[in-house]
């Protein structure tokens, strides 16, 4: 295979990588690094360097589009990047000790761990649960649009949702993704912040996240050009497609997709891993 | 705890120009990327990649000022890689605008929280 064609169908999958990961609020990451190491043999290394560069292009594209639509909220996210960026660079140190195989462990248990959490019922949103004082300290609550008008939220368990989100940024750093999974668990099912408002901040935070790891895997030769170029030019134009889609679509189905996907890259990236053919 | 916030830098002007902020960042990276990616693929897209070993980048595609100057010299992959840093560079810039409208706005608390972030972003590219 030569460099052009091999670009051209890492492109193609990246743009379909792109597309999942906007749908589903993963940011696309999380698709590239099984895409590279299980499809095209490509050392994980390389390939959660490419995928984190990624996952910058797509959060920060789609977030674009989010922030104006008003679902985004920039005090949660600018609040929970402390969390997440700390973490990031602790994941990134820890990227440069563990071995390929230990990482495709860990990777696999995150993808099958995330598919899980995404299918637990949640309790819905209670009023009579008592406001956390820390929410509004920080004014973290807020207002999403609806076709009834913007509809008021209030923000929980502001203490175990910011260490959630340290754990995102360390997986984060350790495997070149988003974490998004982890971020809008945090968010939607700690914090209790309503499913549309966590994808689309989650998305809008990841670029920061990812912008930590990414400047240490740089500096340690983790970022090969050939290959992050087809990656970013196809996750990109994928990215945007994928959050068009977003804003109309069921919730529950959104959550259906996001699972499949994520539980069946998990169980092949655990299997490849533990058999020590990363 | 805030203070007077001024008129004209309301958390919802500060979200658009944030967006357009993300926009132009993703934007230009993306145009240096392709540049760099099409003088990549004419001049060596008929070698064959190897990414099956992992040797690392050499030193001059790892730091900021070698991958400036390999980017000048017309190299495809200095300019990729010039192209990769600008993206890089986005959320970081928008942390920073973010920094700005807080303090602005006169909201030390936010001001804060977002100077550490900034704080830390610096230290993972300067490290």
């Known amino acids: 295979m030569t460099v052009l064609e091999f670009s051209l169908l890492v492109w193609l999958g990246a743009f379909a990588a792109g597309f999942l990961g906007a749908l589903t609020g993963l940011g696309g990451g999380v698709v590239i690094t099984p895409l590279l190491t299980l499809g095209f043999g490509v050392d994980i290394r390389y390939a959660i360097g490419a995928s984190l560069v990624s996952v910058i292009a797509t959060s920060s594209g789609a977030a674009a589009a989010y922030v104006k639509e008003g679902y985004s909220n920039i005090r949660i996210g600018m609040f929970l990047e402390v969390a997440t960026t700390v973490g990031a660079l602790v994941g990134a140190f820890l990227a440069g000790i563990a071995s390929p195989g230990a990482i495709a462990v860990v990777f696999g248990l995150v993808l099958l761990y995330s598919a899980y959490l995404a299918e637990q019922p949640r309790p819905e949103p209670s009023a009579a649960e008592p406001p956390d004082r820390l929410a509004n300290f920080l004014r973290l609550n807020g207002s999403y649009p609806t076709p009834d008008g913007p509809r008021a939220y209030h923000v929980r368990h502001v203490p175990a949702g910011f260490s959630l989100m340290f754990v995102a940024g360390v997986l984060s750093g350790l495997l070149g993704i988003g974490s998004g999974a982890v971020k809008v668990l945090a968010m939607d099912q700690v914090m209790r912040i309503p499913f549309k408002v966590s994808t689309t901040t989650s998305n809008f935070m990841i670029g920061v996240t990812a912008a930590a790891g990414a400047g240490v895997y740089l500096r340690r030769g983790y970022i090969d050009p050939g290959l992050a170029m087809p990656i970013v030019l196809g996750v990109l134009p994928g990215a945007l497609a994928g959050s068009r889609v977003l804003v109309g679509a069921k919730i529950r189905r959104l959550r259906l997709v996001f699972s499949i996907v994520v539980a069946v890259l998990g169980l092949e990236m655990l299997y490849k891993g533990l058999t020590g053919r990363l | ?127």
């Open chain 2, 1 to 127: 705890m805030t203070g007077e916030r001024r008129p004209g830098w309301t958390d919802k002007r500060v979200e658009q120009v944030v967006g357009n902020l993300l926009r132009a960042g993703v934007g230009l990276a993306a145009t240096v990327v392709l540049i760099g990616g099409l003088l990549y693929l004419v001049r060596h897209g008929a070698s064959s990649p190897h990414y099956g070993v992992f040797e690392g980048e050499p030193a001059s595609l790892q730091s900021l000022d070698g991958i400036a100057r390999a980017a000048l010299r017309g190299q495809s992959r200095g300019v990729i890689q010039l192209g990769l840093v600008l993206l890089i560079l986005t959320p970081i810039a928008r942390v920073a605008f973010s920094l700005f409208a807080f303090a602005r706005a006169s909201d030390w608390v936010f001001a804060s929280v977002t100077a550490i972030v900034l704080a830390l972003l610096v230290y993972s590219l300067l490290l």
